[in-house]
């Protein structure tokens, strides 16, 4: 009987320097590992590097790929999304959608459920004083 090769996924987190994407990274790592499946991780910051990588991904057969889309419509990466749906790779986007409208499966932060337990961690552990709410960009 042939051995079954394992799965393997593409991925493109955005830029690892954030904590958020630098934790989501390893946490997809480990989950692979655990699993048996091999994963190829590529960091992307640009829609132009968006593409390149898209296009790798597919150039080595991967059979999923879980990427950040781009934050600017970018034309190129929507026909290589289409593309690999059109070979049945599945394209999941994390953290928001892929801009021009491009259907793919989506997974996102829960950022107010997030937030409330925070205030709630937060609330439980001050006594007494102002507790101010910092807005970032």
């Not at 996924?9 to 946490?27: C, E, K, M, N, V």
């Not at 132009?48 to 080595?60: I, N, R, Y």
Request: include cysteine; hydrophobic fraction near 50%.
């Amino acid at each position: 009987m042939k051995e079954r090769s394992p799965i393997r996924i593409g991925f493109a987190p955005y830029d690892i320097r954030y904590t958020f994407w630098a934790l989501l990274a390893h946490a997809l790592r480990q989950a692979a590992k655990e699993r048996g499946v091999a994963i190829e991780t590529v960091p992307i910051i640009s829609a132009s590097e968006a593409a390149a990588v898209l296009e790798h991904f597919l150039s080595q057969g991967v059979d999923a790929v879980i990427m950040a889309p781009p934050r600017a419509d970018y034309l190129e990466c929507a026909s290589l999304v289409h593309q690999a749906q059109a070979r049945g790779i599945p394209v999941v986007a994390l953290d928001s959608l892929f801009p021009g409208g491009v259907e793919t499966y989506v997974v996102r932060s829960d950022n107010a459920g997030g937030a409330a337990l925070v205030a709630e961690r937060l609330l439980a552990r001050v006594q007494r004083g102002p507790l101010v709410h910092l807005h970032g960009p």
